[in-house]
């Protein structure tokens, strides 16, 4: 079947998927939009639907749990694309490669291969394809080479190619630069997907990119090779000055006269360039303008961070950091990918640069510098969270189920109160009947925080009022929170349905024993 042999090329991690919900798109024709992760098998309605346009469009995690692939690709996120110029310099030389039309117009850049590979080798071709084919920071799937399973993570989907078939606009290009039908995909692939031993035996020639700004923005070198473009003349120059500024601090004024009579078209008034020189020359005014145009078409932030005379001139090279996961349990739960590393963070963690860089430490044995916290806001923070991709977590980490286990725990797996009054020695009471239990609050908030639960006590309250009908259980749990007479006092107690003991636990959470 057609679907059959599609699911079988674009296999990856099985346990999850990606969807990406559409917005409104940017001023750069970049679709804005909300990419998230479900957790859940990958069904054959989901691989039929893709191709058939039904629902959402089907994002696949090209890693597997045991950090194989057996596809890859370069996104090329720019837009207006020449993809048949793309195609000839790939078949010149000589990789096995097929371009497809992403969803935003730009390319998905594909290696195929017959077999899973590890995921390391995978990425390195393709970093190293990038750069040969002038695509140098270009995002590389699959993003992770290893992935922390058993920690919950799931790696980075890619949007797959074929939504639609017959109709969309997402489809592979044959070497004419015509769109291919999924038959002549198939075809492509069958002639240029490659075994692990002919991907090992791809020899790439390093060759020196001549970079009209040499280490300076990677924005600044793409703009030079296409064209600054005329209404952003102004702003251009200014950020060239800003490079001149800082990699020839004795002739920056003249190279900036240079660089404007050779790149901007037309060159801009010299009245206008004196102006700018004179700017530039303000303390504290001499820095990048990454933010307009025609700068911010082009950015590549993460990239510009390891340049000399990139962003961040003067300090310490920070490594790129990749993608970003939250997976959006109670706390959330954060991963990202620093240098070759994978490390799992806590929410003040991703916020703080001092916390961040300790974290770093901890888990890569990476030293790395630390911004200001409005350079780290700025630069790092607010880039990571543009690309954001969200997990639902799983059903047993639900805050919700989590409770609900606790609870179940707290009543009826334990030490019970034999008498109303033992509430005070911080102990559950259900009455004769079995019918309701009753409890402080504190006690059992308490006993929560010894196993783990790191939700405070006010929304701690708040779940377990939640447990109702209402919220899809089938019978409430809880009923009240009431005040009783007990020894002429009236502590308030939660009242809730006695639960039924079982001999596991719901709960993932591992209990620590009470000392009575």
């Known amino acids: 079947m057609i679907m059959d042999k ?27 939009g909300k990419a998230f992760i479900v957790r859940g098998d990958v069904t054959n309605d989901l691989w039929s639907n893709h191709l058939e346009g039904k629902g959402a469009a089907l994002g696949i995690i090209p890693i597997t749990k045991d950090n194989t692939c057996r596809w890859g690709c370069i996104d090329i996120d720019e837009y207006n694309f020449d993809h048949l110029s793309l195609i000839k310099s790939i078949r010149k030389l ?28 995978m990425q390195s071709k393709l970093k190293q394809m990038s750069v040969i084919l002038g695509y140098e920071g270009s995002e590389i799937f699959p993003k992770q080479t290893e992935i922390l399973v058993d920690r919950g993570d799931t790696g980075n989907f890619l949007n797959l190619p074929y939504f639609n078939e017959m109709k969309g606009l997402r489809y592979a290009f044959n070497d004419n630069g015509s769109a291919a039908s999924l038959e002549e995909f198939y075809k492509l692939y069958d002639l240029l997907a490659c075994g ?60 900036i006269v240079k660089a404007n009579m050779k790149y901007m078209e037309p060159p801009l008034s010299n009245n206008e360039v004196q102006q700018l ?24 932030a993460g990239l510009c961070r390891t340049k000399r005379f990139g962003v961040g001139y003067g300090e310490e090279e920070m490594p790129i950091l990749g993608s970003l996961t939250k997976y959006t349990s109670t706390p959330p739960q954060w991963f990202l990918d620093v240098g070759e590393t ?24 990476l030293i790395v510098p630390i911004p200001k916290p409005k ?142």
């Open 6 to 32: 599609f699911k079988s090329i674009f296999l990856g991690l099985e346990i999850a998927y990606g969807q990406y919900q559409p917005g409104e798109r940017g001023e750069n024709g970049k679709q804005k």
């Open 94 to 121: 000589n990789l096995p490669l097929i371009v497809c039309r992403s969803k935003s117009g730009g390319a998905h850049v594909f290696l195929f291969t017959k077999e899973n590979i590890p995921a390391s080798l």
């Open 196 to 255: 692990r031993q002919e991907v090992e035996k791809i020899e790439i020639e390093e060759k020196k990119i001549e970079e009209a700004f040499s280490g300076g923005p990677p924005c600044l070198n793409k703009l030079a090779s296409i064209g600054f473009g005329e209404g952003s003349r102004n702003n251009a120059l200014f950020n060239i000055a800003v490079y001149y500024k800082q990699s020839k601090p004795d002739s920056w004024e003249d190279e």
């Open 277 to 300: 020189i004179k700017s530039v020359s303000r303390k504290g005014y001499d820095k990048y303008r990454c933010k307009d145009a025609p700068i911010n078409s082009v950015c590549q």
């Open 342 to 365: 994978r490390i799992e963070l806590k929410s003040e963690q991703i916020y703080s640069p001092n916390l961040f860089a300790l974290a770093c430490l901890d888990q890569a044995n």
């Open 375 to 516: 350079d780290w806001k700025q630069h790092f923070l607010k880039p990571m969270m543009r690309d954001l991709q969200e997990v639902e977590p799983l059903e047993s980490l639900n805050p919700m189920n989590e409770i609900t286990g606790l609870l179940q725990d707290w009543t009826t797996n334990r030490q019970s109160a034999r008498t109303l009054d033992d509430v005070f020695n911080k102990l559950p009471y259900t009455d004769e009947k079995r019918e309701f239990t009753y409890f402080r609050m504190e006690d059992f908030y308490n006993f929560c925080k010894r196993n783990h639960w790191e939700v405070d006590k006010t929304k701690t309250g708040n779940l377990l009022k939640r447990l109702t009908i209402k919220e899809g259980y089938s019978e409430d749990i809880f009923v009240e929170e009431e005040r009783v007479r007990i020894k002429k006092q009236q502590p308030r107690l939660i009242k809730i349905k006695t639960m039924k003991q079982t001999e596991a636990s719901a709960s993932k959470v591992a209990y620590q024993q009470e000392d009575f």
